[in-house]
Nanobody, 122 residues
């Protein structure tokens, strides 16, 4: 069964912190490169962080570099995103997925979880 379940979002003031979690099914997680993506209203979904299969290599978009930290626990099939020094422009729905995004073999479509809303007030 293919599943991605994001959690940990919420409303926070600028300068605050949140920690997002993403529980993935083994069929998706399976030591693949994992990423966090976000989609702000009226904008395209963008990749903001990724981590390799064993956590030894990470990459970040310039917009979050130095503020966000991606990590993973392979024993729990879970990937995390620690978000510090949050800014109003970080407001978006946050999704995790493989990198590149997981494709459902039967349909050829990308699979996405429900995401978790992060709202940063000024």
């Amino acid at each position: 069964q293919v599943q991605l379940v994001e959690s940990g979002g919420g409303l926070v003031q600028a300068g605050g912190s949140l920690r997002l979690s993403c529980a993935a099914s083994v069929s998706i997680f399976n030591a693949r490169v994992m990423g966090w993506y976000r989609q702000a209203p009226g904008q395209q979904r963008e990749l903001i962080a990724r981590i390799n299969g064993f956590g030894g290599n990470t990459n970040y978009a310039d917009s979050v570099k130095g503020r966000f930290t991606i990590s993973r626990d392979n024993a729990k099939n879970t990937v995390y995103l620690q978000m510090d020094s949050l800014k109003p422009e970080d407001t978006a729905v946050y999704y995790c997925n493989t990198f590149p995004p997981y494709i459902v073999a039967l349909t050829g479509d990308n699979y996405w979880g429900q995401g978790t809303q992060v709202t940063v007030s000024s």
